[in-house]
């Protein structure tokens, strides 16, 4: 399949809403893990973008594991003149000799692939990878770092509506199945301890559920098998009960809030990033339904329980609002329609 370029609006409302960040990067030097994945294409297309349009001068190393697979999938990006390819393992990889003043670290292996390998090699994989990371940071001498986490690191769910960063509650660190939240808290504090005593500034991204181009329809993402379900015209399935709460941020804004927490967040801060506006699963899945493919079926196997306590994993975003005035700019009902026609599917009339 040929490689297909994000859509042109979305590279516009990037730009529009972070171009005092991207100013902030002129002739800048940037080191990225984890491009080749979903929040990569973004990151790296809509720098691309920004570095044409404002004449940036930005350079950016991109590690990944398998350059030539990388180029045969996304050849606009990895033959771009201002990005440089180094292959490399996250936990091993040769240092460029180039020095570089930011850091973004978005590799990771996903949360829903731990049933794929061992509990503890999930773990190892995540903090000797930000280890090695943030020994680069340092040897470069590079000033700002952006770390992407997760608001897992809260536990999977939470009984409060909107879950804020100062929230004490943590996953069961002696549950198998919290592998990944536990090492992505325990990177989150590698990267501030690393930073302490020198110049490096940790800022923490806490991401929470996302959707566009690039979201996998096939895996473990809820909303993207609530598309892949409309779009192929089968019925959705829902395998719980559909009451847990949930939010989706699209990922042009998803972009622009980390461009600008890479240039603007306060050192040593974490950020929820995500949108407020929370959904029930079974909520979504009508809603994806309505807007996609009237009349498709859904099916909910569980009843649900009123008195169940609240199952929710939908963020607090006032901080990231009220200190570098972030806001959700696109809501679901638009997101879905973006993302169906990004796949060939045209969404036509009103819900």
């Known amino acids: 399949m040929a490689p297909r370029p994000l859509p042109a609006e979305d590279l516009a409302h990037i730009l529009k809403h972070a171009r005092e960040s991207f ?21 790296l297309e ?72 061992p509990a503890y090699e999930l773990a190892e994989s995540i903090l000797e990878g930000t280890r090695r990371v943030l020994q680069f940071a340092r040897e470069t001498g ?7 986490s997760t608001g897992a690191v809260y536990g999977r769910s939470t009984t409060l509506q909107h879950t804020p960063e100062t929230y004490t509650g943590a996953p069961d660190p002696l549950l198998l199945q919290s592998s990944y939240d536990e090492a992505k808290r325990m990177a989150e504090h590698l990267c501030v301890a690393y930073s302490h005593g020198t110049d490096l500034q940790a800022v923490i991204a806490r991401c929470f559920a996302f959707v566009g181009p690039h979201l996998p329809l096939d895996q473990h993402f809820a909303i993207g098998n609530f598309l892949g379900a409309a779009i192929a015209g089968t019925p959705i399935h829902i395998k719980g009960d559909g009451t847990p709460r949930r ?25 929820n990033v995500g949108s407020d506006k929370g959904h029930t699963i079974a909520e979504a899945a009508r809603l994806t339904a309505a807007l996609l493919r009237p009349g ?3 099916q909910i196997d569980g009843t649900p329980n009123p008195a169940a306590p609240l199952n929710s994993y939908v963020p607090s975003i006032e901080r990231a609002r009220d200190e570098l005035g972030l806001k959700v700019t696109i809501p679901l009902d638009e997101a879905l329609r973006r993302t169906a026609a990004w796949h060939g599917y045209a969404v036509k009339g009103d819900i």
């Not at 398998?66 to 999938?73: D, E, I, L, R, T």
């Not at 201002?82 to 949360?111: C, K, Q, V």
């Open 46 to 117: 809509s720098l691309l973008h920004a570095n044409r349009e404002l004449s940036l001068n930005v350079r950016a190393t991109v590690l990944t594991r398998n350059a030539a697979s990388f180029q045969s999938k996304a050849p606009h990006i990895a033959n771009a003149p201002a990005i440089t390819l180094l292959e490399g393992d996250i936990r091993t990889f040769p240092f460029p000799t180039e020095p570089h003043t930011h850091i973004l670290h978005a590799a990771t292996d996903s949360g829903g692939q731990q049933a794929a390998r």
């Open 247 to 271: 939010s989706w941020l699209y990922m042009a804004d998803l972009s622009l809030w980390l461009w600008t927490m890479l240039t603007r967040g306060q050192a040593n801060r974490a950020y």
């Open 142 to 148: 590079a000033t700002r770092l952006l770390y992407t």
């Open 23 to 43: 100013t902030a990067l002129q002739d800048a030097r940037l080191f990225i893990t984890g491009c080749t994945g979903f929040f990569g294409h973004w990151l």
């Open 296 to 298: 498709l079926p859904l």
